[in-house]
């Protein structure tokens, strides 16, 4: 069994099965009381058996765990308390990836991938608006035209626009006040630097699944300090793409004895947040489905009162750090907490969620047979790497050795729907040009009027570079399915 020490107190030491990494988790307590450190120990735990891990750094701590600690005497004595034997000082191997490119390599995706369901939520459309955004997308899937760029779908908007009479019959009304308001909210997201988010080339998954010379597991470590706070949604929809990637393109494994890959989503409320029902029930049945792929699932948020029930009833590992409980309110939240743990008479779970430390939580794991252990309160086992954030400097030579390097940095701008449909209309004002010149011409290509498909499917088969050259075929968060890539 490949074991993963959580932490302990007093001969009890709680030490998890690794081969339940795919069983999901949660990390939650009020602010300060030990939330991130314990994300920190926990990837570090699954990277030195081998396991690559995603995280997301929110408040930019979290980057130290690519360098050793340097112990303290507060470390030592937890390191008594729990009865740690060979505590190792050391760094794990971390490549750093930022969606603003200042902090990390670049994290993109095209539009196509992304698809109209994400996609939609992001720009926080509503119904009707989200049916003309699905119109975009069934238009250029049929025809196996990439979006690639947020000036692709631009394009491919007006272009819808300019042809809504041609469009109604086989894809119906395409108002132009939804299209108006879609390209405004595209506006928002670009002001957001959503941009250079989208576009090529693209994040290989691969890449977040790496393991380094020695076995040990890569932390893929986002930076999200200033995603989250300029643009939260764009957060969310990136952890909801990602996960919805993994599930539709990794094998489904059979009983292994550790995860392939476990994601952390910190700030997790995020991903639930105004998200619509079609939405959270697609989420919860693909966390449901991912464990087969030997992905686990660490979700981190104050209250675990924030994630839906459906699957804080799935998670195998729960980790409580201390809530506070000044209000009713409150009082009511430690209370749900309380009962969601497995009893222990030896404990008072409502009163010890108010009394624990920094560092100390209420645990509980799964045993063997999947049913949860019985709740303990021990205190989590500092990190061996070093605890807040590596200096500017740190930073950059990280990146510099980092295997990916000159991977991702420069943006390729090949041709895909905005090259496409500018390409088109001026071919058009060509033909209009030409047909001034020459009438009888013109009323034989007006003669066999092609439908609008077999017009885009002709213009998208000459420019191959930026097509699938098929029907695109979309899976269950609406990304891409088959390897396109
Ligand atoms: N397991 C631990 N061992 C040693 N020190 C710890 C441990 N957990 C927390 N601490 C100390 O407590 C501080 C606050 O912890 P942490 O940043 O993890 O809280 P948090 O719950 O993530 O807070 P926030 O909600 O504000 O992000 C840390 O900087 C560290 O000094
Ligand atoms: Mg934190």
């Given at each position: 069994m490949q074991e993963i020490l959580i932490g302990g107190q007093k001969g009890t030491q709680v030490i998890m099965d690794a081969a339940m990494g795919n069983r999901h988790g949660m990390i939650s307590g009020a602010t300060g009381t030990g939330k991130t450190v314990t994300l920190q120990t926990m990837a570090e735990a699954f990277s030195k058996i081998g396991v690559p891990v995603f995280l997301a750094d929110i408040k930019g701590d979290l980057s130290g765990i690519a360098l050793a600690a340097q112990p303290n005497d507060k470390v030592n004595e937890r390191i008594q308390q729990i009865g740690i034997t060979g505590f190792?000082?050391?760094g794990n191997p971390s490549v750093f990836w930022d969606i603003f490119a200042k902090t990390g390599h670049p994290v993109r995706t095209t539009i196509s991938d992304m698809g109209p369901l994400l996609l939609g939520n992001l720009l926080e459309l509503n119904d009707t608006q989200s049916g003309v955004l699905y119109t975009c997308f069934k238009i250029a899937d049929d025809n196996g035209m990439l979006l690639l760029d947020l000036k692709d779908l631009r394009a491919m908007l007006t272009w819808m626009g300019d042809n809504a009479k041609e469009l109604q019959a086989e894809y119906g009304n395409v108002a132009s006040a939804s299209l108006g308001a879609i390209q405004r909210q595209l506006l928002v997201l670009e002001e957001q630097g959503a941009d250079q988010f989208f576009g090529e080339p693209a994040l290989k998954l691969a890449d977040f699944c790496k393991t380094d010379f020695s076995g040990n597991g890569v932390i893929s470590v986002l930076d999200a300090t200033v995603l989250t706070t300029k643009s939260p949604k764009l957060y969310a929809t990136f952890l909801l793409w990602l996960?919805?990637?993994?599930?539709?393109?990794l094998p489904e494994v059979g009983n292994a004895d550790r995860p392939k890959l476990v994601l952390f989503f910190d700030e997790a409320h995020l991903l639930f947040d105004q998200a619509p029902k079609a939405l959270t029930d697609k989420i919860e049945q693909i966390v449901r489905l991912i464990r087969s792929k030997g992905v686990g699932?660490?979700?981190?948020?104050?209250s675990p009162l924030d994630?839906?029930?459906d699957i804080l009833g799935?998670?195998?590992l729960k980790i409580q750090h201390a809530l506070r409980a000044f209000t009713p309110k409150d009082q009511q939240v430690v209370k749900s907490v309380a009962e969601n743990f497995r009893n222990n008479p030896?404990?008072?779970t409502v009163e010890a969620i108010q009394e624990l430390k920094t560092g100390e939580a209420l645990v509980s794991i799964l045993n063997k047979d999947g049913s949860p252990t019985p709740v303990e309160r021990i205190f989590i086992r500092p990190p061996e790497s070093q605890l807040g954030p590596v200096s500017t400097q740190q930073r950059e030579e990280i990146i510099g050795r980092s295997p990916f390097k000159g991977q991702y940095e420069q943006v390729v701008d090949r041709e895909s729907a905005y090259e496409m449909l500018k390409n088109k209309a001026l071919h058009e004002a060509n033909e209009q040009e030409a047909e001034r010149d020459d009438k009888p011409k013109a009323s034989r290509s007006s003669q066999n009027r092609q439908s609008v498909s077999e017009v885009l499917l002709k213009s998208a088969a000459r420019t191959l570079g930026s097509t699938v050259g098929r029907q695109i075929i979309r899976g269950l968060l609406g990304s891409l399915l088959g390897g396109r890539r």
């Open positions: 190792q000082p050391r996960l919805s990637e993994l599930f539709e393109n699932v660490y979700f981190i948020s104050q994630i839906p029930e799935q998670l195998g030896a404990i008072n």
